[in-house]
Structure formats: C-alpha cells, structure tokens
C-alpha cells in the first residue's frame, strides 16, 4: 500500500467502498462523471466482497470509455468498510480525496461544495454533516453511539461529526496509509495524523434501494476497533473497577468483622460468600476479556494478518491481474 502520489495526477479523487450496491453504484458514477471539478478528477470503486452484482456492475463502469477515468479495485473477501477505504486511498492519485457511500444518499452536487470548501479552507481534512439525517432509527443511533466512545476516547473535537462524506488531502491520506494493521479505524487515524480540521454541512436523501448494510455486528466491530485500537482507557478503566472492588469488599469485611466483635452479632456466610463469589469472579472474567482482547489484536498485527487484499484492479490503472472468479 503505498497512498496517494507525491505528484497528483487529479486535482480530486473520489473513493467509493461498494458493498451491495449493483442498483445504485452505476446512478451514482454516472452523475459524479458529469461533475466539472478543476483540474480533473477520478472515481475509485472498492468491492468490499459484495454478494449481489456489484462486481460485474463496477467492472462494466470501470471498462466504459468515459472522460473521467473509473478504477475499480476488487478485493479476495470482505474485509469491512474501513479496510476498503483504506484500500481506495491507496489507489488515490489526487491532491484531495473524497470518500463517500454507494446510497445516494449524499447528492453529487455536493462533492463540489465539499472539494471547493477543502480547498479554500485549507484544512487537511473536512467532514460533513447534516441538518437532516434521512438514517433509519437503527443507523442515528448506532452513528450517535461511535461518535460518543470516539469523543471519549480519542479527544473528537466538540461539535464534529464523523461522517463517511469527508474530503482528505493528500497529505492525510498519506499519513493515513502508513497504518498497516488489520484493524483500521479512518477517523481514529486521521485525528492521529492532523488536527486541522472543517466542517461543512451537506444536503442528505433518504435511501434510494435497499436497506442499509449498517448492522448491530458492524456496529460492534466498530466499536472494538475505536476502543481497542486506538486507546488504553478500557485497561485503564478496567483497573480502576478491579481497585474500586477491592476497596468495596475491603470496607465490607472491614464492616462485617467489626459487626462480629463489637455488636457481637453473627454473620449469615452464605449469601454474602455467594454474592463476594459472583461480584469477583465477573470482575475477573471481565478484565481478562479485555487484556485478551487487545492481546488477540496484538498478535493479529504482529503475524502481518492483511488490512486487505486486492484481487484485481480493471480501469484507467491497468486491466485484471487476475481473472479468477
């Protein structure tokens, strides 16, 4: 994986991670096509292991003679949305890169809004957000729970939302890229690269085919991969709950040996033995899920597991590498 070019080619790149997207993806590289970006500009399409027709979909996209060159990079499995824009900003070859999603329900006309607010605030980074999110239920709240533990844990910024509409440079894209590890998180890594940040606010549509592919499954990967990642809090956390247990059952034993000598009134063991039992042994269990955790990510990037791995690329960069299905 080597980022975006020292040298731009475009003045814009835009990375679009597809996952069962057959019914929207061609709509949507249709319309970026007609967009009039300064400098020129290239679309990258990421098959992040879709199981309908995405990929003879992009493929067909990618090998139509177009004024806007299209690449699109297939990869052996799916690897989750991060690790796919991760891959598409390493194929990158502008001077600012745009990801966004397959839905449609970020309008087209606002890539130029975003392009030309990047280049004229010069931030190195612009995330969107809206005034009206047409998410289901499920996708606010899950999105509003990732921006919390990211508040949390990695110092977001007040006021900014993490969307998957930003715009990068290629300065951030590059930074970004040198991550290898199997467990990408975009957002926590640019908030590692650079802190110059903007804000825009874009129109959002409600879905134009499907249902969302945002699930509780992802929702917890997610997590995981702020959480584990990108901070130590939860050992520290983890820490502090076993030294506040500790200290609770110090100052119950305290209280119950003082209720024995001084009032001289038995104690009843039996449920108290049986709650102490419960109290330390999930504290215990909880604890040691934690440091395995991090410990199980420790060796996953220690052994190289891949961020992703790229079947084959057709387009504007070079025709399949391997026909394989």
Same mark, same amino acid.
Do not use: C, I
């Given at each position: 994986m080597t980022g975006p070019a020292e040298e731009s080619l475009y003045a814009l790149s835009i990375v679009i991670p597809v996952y069962n997207g057959a019914r929207t993806v061609g709509t949507l590289v249709a319309a970026l096509s007609d967009l009039v970006i300064p400098g020129g500009h290239e679309i990258i399409l990421v098959d992040d292991g879709s199981a309908d027709d995405s990929r003879s979909v992009c493929e067909g996209l990618a090998r139509i003679a177009t004024r806007v060159p299209v690449t699109f990079a297939r990869l052996?499995?799916?690897f989750g949305e991060h690790n796919a824009v991760m891959a598409g900003l390493g194929l990158a070859r502008g001077a600012y890169i745009i990801t966004m999603d397959d839905d449609l329900q970020n309008p087209p006309e606002e890539v130029v809004h975003l392009f030309r607010h990047a280049c004229d605030g010069g931030h190195d980074v612009v995330y969107t957000y809206y005034e009206h999110k047409r998410h289901s239920?499920?996708?606010n709240l899950g999105s509003a729970f990732a921006n919390r533990t990211a508040a949390l844990l990695l110092g977001l910024p007040p006021?900014?939302?993490?969307?998957?509409?930003?715009c990068l440079s290629a300065f951030a894209a590059r930074e970004v890229c040198r991550y290898t590890g199997p467990f990408p998180y975009v957002d926590g890594l640019v908030l590692q690269v650079t802190r110059s940040i903007g804000r825009l606010r874009v129109a959002h549509l409600p879905r134009a085919e499907g249902r969302s592919n945002y699930t509780l499954r992802r929702l917890v990967r997610l997590w995981l991969s702020i959480a584990l990642n990108f901070s130590t809090l939860p050992l520290r956390l983890s820490a502090f709950l076993g030294i506040g247990t500790m200290a609770g059952g110090a100052l119950l034993g305290g209280g119950l040996l003082v209720r024995s000598l001084v009032l001289d009134t038995p104690v009843a063991g039996g449920a108290g033995l049986l709650?102490? =039992?419960? %109290? *330390?042994?999930? =504290?215990? %269990? *909880?604890?040691?899920?934690?440091?395995?955790?991090?410990?199980?990510?420790?060796?996953?990037?220690?052994?190289?597991r891949p961020q992703y791995a790229i079947r084959a690329v057709v387009g504007s960069r070079n025709e399949p590498a391997d026909p394989a299905p």
């Open positions: 052996s499995r799916n239920l499920f996708r006021g900014l939302y993490l969307s998957t509409f930003r709650a102490a =039992l419960l %109290l *330390t042994s999930g =504290l215990s %269990l *909880t604890m040691l899920g934690v440091v395995g955790e991090y410990a199980g990510r420790t060796f996953q990037t220690v052994s190289a």
